[in-house]
């Protein structure tokens, strides 16, 4: 079965951290670019960060930039979102995805499997 599971959603106070993991089973997992995304309600869905299959490729939404880090560890099949200085607006469910087409935020036709989501809110 082709599967990916996100977890380490909470809730934070604001300027917490937070890191975000997304285990993948099923597939070939370093030959896919994988993405998180995010939506809050009454929102439309958001690409946050992506990171390539090929070594040095990463994005960022300019409102994370500097505050949040992609990584990934293909041994364990698992992609990182850490996220630092959280702000109220952060708050949302955060998925991720993964594809074989390319690193974007903006083209959600490029993934073709996606996770449950998990639930980050950032509150005091």
């Known amino acids: 079965q082709v599967q990916l599971v996100e977890s380490g959603g909470d809730l934070v106070q604001p300027g917490g951290s937070l890191t975000l993991s997304c285990a993948a089973s099923g597939f070939t997992f370093n030959y896919y670019d994988i993405g998180w995304f995010r939506q809050a309600p009454g929102k439309e869905r958001e690409g946050v960060s992506c990171?390539?299959?090929?070594?040095?490729?990463?994005a960022y939404v300019n409102s994370v930039k500097g505050r949040f880090t992609i990584s990934r560890d293909n041994e364990k099949n698992t992609v990182y979102l850490k996220m630092n200085s959280l702000k109220p607006e952060d708050t949302a469910v955060y998925y991720c995805?993964?594809?074989?087409?390319?690193?974007?935020?903006?083209?959600?036709?490029?993934?073709?499997?996606w996770g449950q989501g998990t639930q980050v809110t950032v509150s005091s």
């Open positions: 990171i390539g299959s090929r070594v040095g490729i990463t």
């Open positions: 995805a993964a594809g074989r087409n390319g690193c974007s935020l903006f083209n959600f036709q490029l993934y073709n499997t």
